[in-house]
């Protein structure tokens, strides 16, 4: 079984500053890692995803996260961010069947002006 | 890619009675997910839809509070049964369906359900 870990609920940022959204995960097997992204009241968009290749991941609205195996981890992060992206983050784990996705409790990314 | 469209969007209930959400994708799936958010909190999964058969449910959830069917490859019903106000929360209805190599999932947009 896999298992999401989001180690900081709440992050609260200035505009145009760097991010890091951290992530880590566990699984006996081999997984796929994603990050999706819930704005107020919508549904979930997927953000990244890393199913093979290399380990650093480009996503859309200038976000990347990077897979580290021997930390088991899937940080995110954005050099410099914007009002906009003001949103609630989940990392998720699938096995590489992609059967099933399991969340982690998501991370709340404050964007300050 | 899959489009799923889930219905009702939102909907408000009295508790001790049921509602059916439908989700609809617009191609056939190899899997059919439904997932519960509560106010707050993460995506927990309640089961996955088996075509044809009884739904497979996670730890904590029962086919008699959420009975689920899924007829064909396009199309499942999830229903909150004897509803009381800890079930209102986000219903979310996905499918994976596969995408060179890979088993990608989509997800709907949601049924917001509140119970007084």
């Known amino acids: 079984a896999q298992s999401v870990t989001q180690l900081d609920s709440q992050v609260p940022v200035f505009e145009e500053a760097p991010v890091e959204l951290r992530c880590n995960y566990s699984s006996s097997v081999s997984v796929y890692l994603f990050w999706y992204v819930q704005y107020p009241n919508q549904g979930l968009q997927l953000l990244l995803k890393y199913l093979s290749g290399s380990t650093l991941v480009k996503g859309i609205n200038g976000f990347e996260a990077e897979f580290n195996k021997s930390q088991t981890s899937f940080h995110l992060r954005k050099p410099s961010v914007h009002i906009s992206d003001t949103a609630e983050y989940f990392c998720a784990v699938s096995d590489t069947g992609g059967f099933k996705t399991i969340f982690g409790a998501g991370t709340r990314l404050f964007v300050k002006a | 890619s899959a489009v799923i469209s889930q219905k009702p969007s939102r909907d408000i209930c009295q508790r001790g009675t049921s509602l059916t959400i439908q989700c609809q994708v617009d191609?056939?799936?190899?899997?059919m997910f439904w997932y519960r958010q509560q106010p707050g909190q993460s995506l927990t999964l309640i089961a996955t839809a088996n075509q044809g058969s009884e739904a497979t449910y996670e730890s904590g959830f029962v086919i008699d509070k959420f009975p689920i069917s899924r007829p064909n490859l396009t199309f499942s019903t999830l229903t909150v049964s004897n509803m009381s106000p800890e079930d209102s929360s986000i219903y979310l209805c996905s499918a994976a369906k596969t995408v060179g190599a890979y088993n990608e999932q989509f997800f709907g947009p949601g049924t917001r359900l509140t119970v007084l």
């Open positions: 191609s056939q799936v190899t899997m």
